[in-house]
């Protein structure tokens, strides 16, 4: 299965498939063989970068798909 990264309206970014989440400095956070986790957004998770419910009620953002303009050369 290809990695799938889905935006929420109004919480989290879910990623499923086969991917590894590390820190800026290359250390791999152990994730115990899930293949499904939520990233925060909202910046209020006490779990970051995983999501912990903490944006029910404090963060909107309907999510709609759109294209990308063309990178610039």
Do not use: W
Not at 26 to 54: H, M, W
């Amino acid at each position: 299965m290809a990695t799938k990264l889905t935006i929420n309206n109004n919480g989290s970014v879910k990623i499923e498939g086969d991917f590894e989440i590390v820190d800026r400095s290359g250390n791999e956070y152990g994730l115990q063989g899930r293949t499904v986790v939520s990233i925060c957004r909202c910046g209020l998770s006490k779990n970051k970068p995983f999501c912990d419910g903490a944006h029910n009620g404090h963060f909107e953002h309907e999510a709609v798909a759109f294209d990308l303009p063309p990178k610039k050369v």
